[in-house]
C-alpha cells in the first residue's frame, strides 16, 4: 500500500475515534436524547417525543464509581426530571418533581400541600392529582426522607409514580429535561 494511502486511512480511523469518545463524553456528562414511551406525562410530552436531558445541571454521574460532578444547582419542585427507576434499575422514568427532602406532603381534594401549605406552582396547580396507590391515600401525610424526591405523572390519570412505588432516591437523579426537538411541529422548551 502506497504511503500516501495509508495516511488517508490513519486520518480517517483517527477522526472516527475521536468523534466517537468526543460522543461519549457529551452523552455521559453534558446532554442525552430520550424517547417518551407513555402518556403519564401529557400534555408536556407525548408518545413518541423526542427530548434532551440536561445532565451536568445536578451533577452528572460518573460511570463505574459511585460519584458525581459538582452540580450546578440542586433540583427543585416543577422540574422534569428523568431517573434510574428505583424498582428496575435498568429503566429510566420522566416525572415531575413535586417534593423536597425533608418535606412533608399530601394529596387533598385534586391538589398537592407541602407542609400544610397549599403549592403555589402555576404548573403543578393547574392539573388534578388522584389519591391512588400506597404513599397517596386520602388524609395521608407523607415525610420525604432526606435525599430523597416525590414525582408524579401530570396525566395522574394514568401514571405509575411516587403515589405507587415511593420516593426517588437522589441518587437515581440522571438530569432535567430542557427540550423536545422532535417531531418538529413539538419543539419547544419543557416546563
Given at each position: 500500500?502506497?504511503?500516501?494511502?495509508?495516511?488517508?486511512?490513519?486520518?480517517?480511523?483517527?477522526?472516527?475515534?475521536?468523534?466517537f469518545l468526543?460522543?461519549?463524553?457529551?452523552?455521559?456528562?453534558?446532554?442525552?436524547?430520550?424517547?417518551?414511551?407513555?402518556?403519564?406525562?401529557?400534555?408536556?410530552?407525548?408518545?413518541?417525543?423526542?427530548?434532551?436531558?440536561?445532565?451536568?445541571?445536578?451533577?452528572?454521574?460518573?460511570?463505574?464509581?459511585?460519584?458525581?460532578?459538582?452540580?450546578?444547582?440542586?433540583?427543585?419542585?416543577?422540574?422534569?426530571?428523568?431517573?434510574?427507576?428505583?424498582?428496575?434499575?435498568?429503566?429510566?422514568?420522566?416525572?415531575r418533581l413535586?417534593?423536597?427532602?425533608?418535606?412533608?406532603?399530601?394529596?387533598?381534594?385534586?391538589?398537592?400541600?407541602?407542609?400544610?401549605?397549599?403549592?403555589?406552582?402555576?404548573?403543578?396547580?393547574?392539573?388534578?392529582?388522584?389519591?391512588?396507590?400506597?404513599?397517596?391515600?386520602?388524609?395521608?401525610?407523607?415525610?420525604?426522607?432526606?435525599?430523597?424526591?416525590?414525582?408524579?405523572?401530570?396525566?395522574?390519570?394514568?401514571?405509575?409514580?411516587?403515589?405507587?412505588?415511593?420516593?426517588?432516591?437522589?441518587?437515581?437523579?440522571?438530569?432535567?429535561?430542557?427540550?423536545?426537538?422532535?417531531?418538529?411541529?413539538?419543539?419547544?422548551?419543557?416546563?
Amino acid at each position: 500500500m502506497n504511503p500516501a494511502r495509508k495516511k488517508i486511512i490513519r486520518e480517517w480511523v483517527e477522526s472516527i475515534i475521536i468523534a466517537f469518545l468526543l460522543a461519549m463524553v457529551i452523552r455521559t456528562f453534558v446532554v442525552q436524547a430520550f424517547k417518551i414511551p407513555t402518556g403519564s406525562m401529557r400534555q408536556t410530552l407525548l408518545e413518541g417525543d423526542l427530548i434532551l436531558v440536561n445532565k451536568f445541571i445536578y451533577g452528572a454521574k460518573i460511570p463505574f464509581i459511585n460519584k458525581r460532578l459538582p452540580a450546578l444547582r440542586q433540583p427543585k419542585r416543577g422540574d422534569v426530571i428523568v431517573f434510574i427507576y428505583p424498582e428496575d434499575p435498568k429503566k429510566d422514568f420522566i416525572k415531575r418533581l413535586v417534593g423536597l427532602p425533608g418535606e412533608t406532603l399530601e394529596i387533598r381534594n385534586g391538589t398537592i400541600y407541602i407542609n400544610d401549605k397549599l403549592v403555589s406552582d402555576a404548573v403543578l396547580n393547574q392539573r388534578y392529582y388522584y389519591n391512588r396507590g400506597n404513599f397517596a391515600m386520602e388524609g395521608q401525610k407523607l415525610v420525604i426522607p432526606k435525599d430523597s424526591y416525590f414525582v408524579l405523572g401530570d396525566n395522574s390519570a394514568s401514571s405509575k409514580d411516587s403515589r405507587y412505588w415511593g420516593f426517588v432516591p437522589a441518587q437515581n437523579i440522571l438530569g432535567k429535561a430542557i427540550v423536545i426537538y422532535f417531531p418538529l411541529t413539538r419543539i419547544r422548551i419543557i416546563k
